[in-house]
């Protein structure tokens, strides 16, 4: 007999439940130090598909332009992503974000004026501390940045070594994350590991049973993952009585990450969809396909 959704998976939502209390309870205010690499924080910013590009310099000054709202918080996991909207109190065409005390900046051009934007930031693999904050200004037309706004990143370690694959959404909906190795094995919900060590480890969502944390995440320890073609699947498991949700699916290849702590490799790779009606309670095999990679 095949064990239901809540049976299946109420182990690992508890698991999730009592770490995520662990994490929160010992995390102490984060002393960052000058020199610190942005990219073990942040490994990338994409704002309305525009990827931001990385400098070593420090972030333009706060001067008179626009300002920008951002949300004060968010959560997700280390190198996952998370979406948020950004608003100007005029048009912008420019972008940067930085992570507070930490060398170097990410610049965003914008093809034309936005007064609101969508913002999308992926967290390094190895953060050095889990809360830390980041930081936006925008300009116009003219170059001139506004003054600064940040939002606290409350970052959750998941498991991510040569490769991580995760999912985030943004309603209560039950989404589901399948990746299928190269010989075959799928790691979902109802297969959470692989003989190569490959894992589910953070299963949100389970039935309908809202967590505080709308992401799923499979990884592979250094050193683990098989060689060949892997295939990423995201099936809309249940609605929960979502009209649409949004999904954000990273895929982070960056062999040796142990012996550069957090830095992603070359290889990561951002998709963006939606889902709509009640959705289909899949199980093996099922979802949207959302990319095939060589590793």
């Not at 439940?17 to 662990?22: A, I, K, R, S, T």
């Not at 913002?119 to 190895?126: C, E, P, Q, S, Y």
Request: glycine letters at 14%; a negative charge.
């Amino acid at each position: 007999m095949t064990p239901s959704r809540e049976t299946e998976r109420a182990p690992r939502l508890v698991a999730f439940v009592v770490l995520f209390g662990l994490v929160l309870s010992s995390c102490d205010s984060p002393t960052l130090i000058r020199g610190a690499a942005i990219k073990t924080y942040l490994a990338g910013v994409t704002i309305e598909t525009v990827r931001g590009q990385l400098n070593s310099s420090p972030p333009p000054p706060p001067g008179a332009g626009p300002s920008v709202t951002v949300p004060t918080n968010a959560q997700t996991i280390t190198g996952g992503s998370s979406a948020l909207d950004m608003v100007g109190s005029g048009p912008f065409q420019m972008v940067a974000v930085f992570v507070q005390g930490v060398d170097g900046h990410y610049l965003v051009p914008l093809p034309t004026d936005f007064t609101t934007a969508r913002a999308i930031i992926t967290i390094g693999g190895l953060p050095p501390v889990l809360d830390f904050d980041v930081v936006f200004a925008i300009a116009g037309a003219n170059g001139i940045f506004g003054p600064y706004s940040s939002m606290t990143v409350n970052a959750i370690e998941a498991a991510g070594g040569d490769i991580q694959v995760s999912v985030t959404w943004d309603t209560p909906a039950d989404v589901d994350l399948h990746v299928v190795e190269p010989g075959g094995a799928e790691i979902y919900y109802g297969n959470t590991t692989s003989g190569s060590g490959g894992e589910l480890d953070i299963d949100a969502n389970a039935a309908c049973s809202t967590s505080s944390l709308t992401q799923e995440n499979v990884g592979w320890a250094p050193g683990t993952a098989p060689t060949g073609t892997y295939i990423v699947r995201v099936d809309y498991w249940d609605a929960c009585g979502a009209l649409e949700t949004d999904y954000i699916v990273t895929v982070s290849l960056r062999p040796g990450v142990p012996a550069v702590p957090g830095l992603p490799g070359s290889g990561i790779q951002i998709f963006t969809g939606t889902f709509t009606g009640p959705g289909d309670q899949g199980g093996a095999g099922s979802g949207t396909l959302i990319t095939n990679f060589v590793f």
